[in-house]
């Protein structure tokens, strides 16, 4: 390979249980009146509190 050719990059594939999960979560929303997802929206910081980082104060 001379210094001017790039490297070829293999193409990225999506997962298809990727995918799934994505149409489903969509078609759940798309269900959802707006009220339902303000309600879910709102409850997102109780439904995730486990990701919020541990505090470095030590």
Same mark, same amino acid.
């Given at each position: 390979?001379? %210094? ?7 193409? @990225? #594939? @999506? ?13 759940? !929303?798309? %269900? ?6 303000? =309600?879910?929206?709102?409850?997102? #910081?109780? #439904?995730?509190?486990?990701? =919020?980082? !541990?505090?470095?104060?030590?």
């Amino acid at each position: 390979m001379s %210094g001017l050719e790039k490297p070829v990059k293999p193409a @990225r #594939r @999506r997962s298809a249980s990727a995918d799934a999960a994505f149409l489903s979560e969509m078609a759940r !929303v798309k %269900g959802m009146s707006i009220e339902e997802r303000v =309600q879910a929206a709102l409850f997102m #910081r109780e #439904r995730f509190a486990w990701l =919020q980082p !541990v505090s470095k104060d030590k």
